[in-house]
């Protein structure tokens, strides 16, 4: 079913193409004509690619992953600064989501660990769909349900930074009546950089003056609207910055780490503070990841993340005032 379904969406985009057609959610102006710029989808049975930019992973009990993923995130000029199955943490992948939930870990890799297992995968030129079941390590109970959204908003190369929004709406599965959210410091939407990075990267917060929390060596947790990385990938100078959204179901919480790997993960202190989702409730987040060449400035990241919000204010989550916190 999920595989007929990407099909499906790819024959869509195929015959939108050729009646000149233009897929729904193109939100900037075309890039120079001189700019040898994809717009299509490529999908494969290991992979969907967006505009030669972003590559979504799937994951579950037909691939070898635990999770679906997005392996690659390139800059305006190509650059990757994603790493993936990293010998020191073989469940890094790239961009990941993952908690634990109900005592289950889906963030590691064990026998002991849950996967998130894909049911139904759809691919437009700038959209990615999926719906997730969150699966014990079983193969049979599932634990919670995701719908998953992943939109490319600029693809590369173009002036400004390659912009995506990534939304997960997590929920009990049919007949449950709640579930407990819970988890390391560094559980949420992680990014694992590349190795060149490790060791040697900067990170900065929106407010200068944000005080973060050191939970132990150079790993923190930091309150802030965005969280940027500056390292070096293959020579070059990237930037990438991640945003909170602020009708987001609980405020960001920055995990980075520079040392001895570099990671960046929004996280919503959950290992302080479980929270407990109802029937018919759902965990509600929605993150913007822009990537600029070059050491993009405060000035630079604010903007992006202003025009961020601008593009993402007809979907932003909705607040749950009845979930537990």
């Not at 004509?33 to 590559?55: Q, R, Y």
């Not at 994951?59 to 790493?83: I, M, T």
């Not at 179901?249 to 959950?270: C, D, E, H, Q, V």
Request: hydrophobic share 40%.
């Amino acid at each position: 079913m999920r595989r007929l379904s990407i099909l499906l969406a790819a024959a869509f985009v195929l015959a939108a193409a050729a009646l000149g057609l233009a897929a729904a959610g193109a939100v900037n102006a075309e890039p120079p004509a001189t700019s040898p710029v994809d717009h299509g989808v490529d999908i494969t049975v290991d992979a969907i690619t967006l505009a030669n930019s972003v590559m979504y992973v799937p994951g579950g009990e037909d691939f070898k992953a635990f999770k679906p993923y997005v392996k690659q995130l390139l800059s305006p000029k190509g650059v990757n600064l994603l790493r993936d199955n990293v010998a020191d943490h073989i469940h890094h992948h790239a961009l990941m989501y993952a908690v634990a939930i109900d005592g289950v870990d889906f963030w590691s890799e064990t026998k002991n660990c849950g996967k998130q297992v894909p049911q139904t995968t759809s691919a437009t030129k700038d959209v990615i769909k999926d719906e997730i079941d969150w699966v014990k390590a079983d193969g049979n109970t599932v634990v919670a349900t995701e719908k998953r959204t992943i939109v490319l908003h600029s693809p590369y190369p173009i002036v400004g930074p390659t912009l995506i929004s990534w939304r997960t709406r997590l929920a009990p599965p049919a007949g449950v009546e709640s579930i407990t959210l819970t988890g390391s410091h560094y559980f949420g939407l992680g990014m694992r950089f590349v190795k060149s990075m490790d060791n040697a990267a900067t990170f900065t917060f929106a407010d200068p003056n944000a005080k973060g929390l050191t939970v132990r060596d150079d790993e923190k947790l930091t309150p802030s609207t965005w969280a940027a990385c500056t390292g070096q990938v293959d020579g070059n100078t990237v930037t990438v910055a991640m945003f909170d959204h602020p009708e987001n179901s609980r405020p960001a919480l920055w995990f980075t780490m520079g040392k001895p790997f570099s990671y960046l993960s929004a996280t919503i202190n959950l290992w302080k503070d479980p929270m407990v989702v109802k029937a018919g409730q759902e965990l509600d987040v929605c993150h913007g990841i822009a990537v600029w060449d070059g050491k993009a400035t405060r000035k630079q990241i604010d903007e992006a993340y202003r025009n961020w919000r601008k593009l993402n204010h007809a979907k932003k989550p909705e607040k749950k005032d009845e979930t537990k916190r």
